[in-house]
């Protein structure tokens, strides 16, 4: 893990010492096949006041998903997340990993502590920081010396999954993953709009549940044709799950809710991923209108 500061004494400079990682680079069909086989994207294009991508800093973040994994076609994906500091003093900041379909209550927090205007920078943030393997979330938060909550934390994050290429010397591919400023807003019903389902694409679905307690969900893909395709989900405490949801018709409409009878804030994506070139886009969750929308 590196550190990296402020070394013009303005708050609008960092100095820049991250490491471009690590030799190789997938072949493009073979790593974007391995990748989005593994890693779901995260590219959020609406705001509301649950979704939030970062523009400035956030008290509280949330990485939907990162890892540290063996992949296909002899790839190997990690971490590369940047986490600085905004305030003019150091922060005591709380990680907490959000493992894939399992309780992640038995998983301690980690903590470091981040100079005034400076920040920390691993290329295996996963692996190296947080001493875990496989894929999961990630939720960042400030705290105080006594490791309650700190309101007035500055945080901004950076995250993007890469891997060497194999038998390719001295490059890597990567595809970025936004950081979301975490808002712990409570929205029973979340819409996805602008996704694709066919012979040619398919699609999956993924929920992050950032609480003690476990979760039940339900997924409703509505099709262009009007029918209905529903599963329901219970997500363990401090989890993160991911659904394909197979066939080919067409979705208009995508809306994830939570059954519990008492919310926690919680969030929700779709992507959908070329069969054939492994290409993909996603789309973030967000607050629903007050009524479904029709095809």
């Given at each position: 893990?590196?550190?990296?500061?402020?070394?013009?004494?303005?708050?609008s400079?960092f100095?820049?010492?991250?490491?471009?990682?690590?030799?190789g680079?997938?072949?493009p069909?073979a790593?974007?096949?391995?990748?989005?086989?593994l890693?779901?994207i995260?590219?959020?294009?609406?705001?509301?006041a649950?979704?939030?991508?970062?523009?400035?800093s956030a008290?509280?973040?949330?990485?939907p998903i990162?890892?540290?994994?063996?992949g296909?076609?002899g790839?190997?994906?990690?971490?590369?997340?940047?986490?600085?500091?905004?305030?003019?003093?150091?922060?005591?900041?709380?990680?907490?990993?959000?493992p894939?379909?399992?309780?992640?209550?038995d998983?301690?927090?980690?903590?470091?502590?981040?100079?005034?205007?400076?920040?920390?920078?691993?290329?295996?943030?996963?692996?190296?920081?947080?001493?875990?393997?496989g894929?999961?979330?990630i939720?960042?938060f400030?705290?105080?010396a006594q490791?309650?909550f700190?309101?007035?934390?500055q945080?901004?994050a950076t995250?993007?999954?890469w891997?060497?290429?194999?038998?390719?010397?001295?490059?890597?591919?990567s595809?970025?993953?936004?950081a979301?400023v975490?808002?712990?807003t409570?929205s029973r019903?979340?819409w996805i709009?602008?996704?694709?389902?066919?012979?040619?694409?398919?699609?999956?679905?993924?929920?992050?549940?950032p609480?003690p307690?476990?979760?039940?969900?339900?997924?409703?893909v509505?099709?262009?044709?009007?029918?209905?395709?529903?599963?329901?989900l219970?997500l363990?405490?401090?989890?993160?799950h991911?659904?394909?949801?197979?066939g080919?018709?067409?979705p208009?409409?995508i809306i994830?809710?939570t059954?519990?009878t008492?919310?926690?804030?919680?969030?929700?994506?779709?992507s959908?991923?070329d069969?054939v070139?492994?290409?993909?886009?996603s789309?973030?969750?967000f607050?629903?209108?007050s009524?479904?929308?029709?095809?």
């Amino acid at each position: 893990m590196e550190e990296f500061a402020d070394s013009t004494g303005s708050s609008s400079q960092f100095r820049n010492s991250y490491s471009r990682d690590g030799p190789g680079v997938a072949g493009p069909l073979a790593m974007r096949t391995a990748l989005i086989a593994l890693l779901t994207i995260f590219l959020a294009t609406a705001a509301s006041a649950d979704l939030i991508v970062p523009q400035t800093s956030a008290s509280r973040i949330l990485i939907p998903i990162a890892g540290e994994t063996p992949g296909a076609f002899g790839t190997h994906f990690r971490t590369d997340i940047s986490l600085t500091n905004f305030r003019e003093v150091e922060q005591r900041v709380a990680l907490r990993w959000l493992p894939a379909d399992r309780s992640g209550a038995d998983v301690p927090l980690r903590f470091i502590t981040i100079n005034g205007r400076s920040g920390i920078s691993s290329n295996d943030f996963v692996g190296t920081v947080l001493g875990q393997t496989g894929l999961g979330g990630i939720l960042i938060f400030g705290v105080d010396a006594q490791g309650q909550f700190d309101d007035d934390a500055q945080l901004h994050a950076t995250s993007r999954i890469w891997t060497p290429e194999p038998n390719v010397p001295n490059g890597t591919m990567s595809q970025a993953f936004p950081a979301i400023v975490y808002e712990p807003t409570i929205s029973r019903i979340k819409w996805i709009l602008g996704m694709r389902r066919s012979e040619q694409y398919r699609l999956n679905v993924g929920v992050v549940n950032p609480h003690p307690n476990a979760m039940a969900f339900r997924i409703r893909v509505i099709t262009a044709n009007a029918t209905v395709e529903t599963r329901d989900l219970i997500l363990q405490p401090y989890s993160i799950h991911q659904e394909g949801m197979a066939g080919t018709a067409e979705p208009f409409q995508i809306i994830v809710e939570t059954t519990e009878t008492t919310a926690n804030a919680w969030q929700s994506w779709a992507s959908s991923i070329d069969n054939v070139t492994g290409d993909a886009w996603s789309q973030m969750a967000f607050r629903a209108p007050s009524a479904p929308a029709t095809p």
